[in-house]
């Protein structure tokens, strides 16, 4: 650790040890896990056959999961995609860093998004989710419900499952996203499952604040540790009561955890500890 990474705190005896680590990179790592196993799903039903790059695909939802698959399947050259969403204001994640692939992090973002996601196309209509030939459903919890599942037709049909680890049996009785996938016309249904800390959703939001909670707990376990601090607020209002991206985007980009100790040490190796315990995989229940 390099002599920048810290600076004395209320004494010379006592180091305050800032991370690297920002949300929005907490964020697009879990961002990445979610994205890449929708895109390996995509490309294989591509090398089947079944879709090709030039195919319609809708995606119901932008928030996080949403923007994500988009600009990963927009980066591997799927050509046509829209995004459903009734907050017409979250078009603005897709000028963002939000869900931007880890891969293209050296391209100029300029260039980025004019090239590679100028084929991402957003609308409030939710009569797009009838016809596409691939529909993906990350709207999870009161999102669409099983009459307006019934009226897609489609090739490929894919729904995210809000429930993380099913230790929650309120949570889990409210979830009905199998029978929403059940009324939806189509030969080939998947369900993108996320967990790995147990928590209760598989919402990157939920992932990203345990990734958090239990770097913080790892760290108080430390000898030397005074106490340790994340700088975060209630972001969901910021993004959809005040509907403030701009106050969202500059929020994001702090260090989020900084730690008082006697004894400093990297506490980014902690975070990716926990980051890397979150996996997603594609499931087949049809």
Known sequence: MSNNDYDTGISSEVFTVKSNVRLIDIFNLILEKKANAVLNLFNKLHDDGIINKGSSIVIIGTYFTGIAIAKYLSFDNFKDMTIVDIYPHLEGLINSKLGNPIIAEMENEENLFKEKFKNIKCSSDLDLIKNADAVIDTTGLGGINESQSEAIFTKVFLIEDPIAEENDALLKDKNNIYNRANMVNSYNKYVLKTKGLNTKTSGTMTLAI??????????????????CASEMTFYEEIIFKEKDLKKFFKLIESPVLKVSTIHPFDCDGIIDEFIDKIFSEILVRW
Do not use: A, E, F, K
């Open 210 to 227: 345990d990734v958090l909670r239990q770097s913080m707990n790892s760290i108080l376990d430390r000898d030397g540790v005074l106490y």
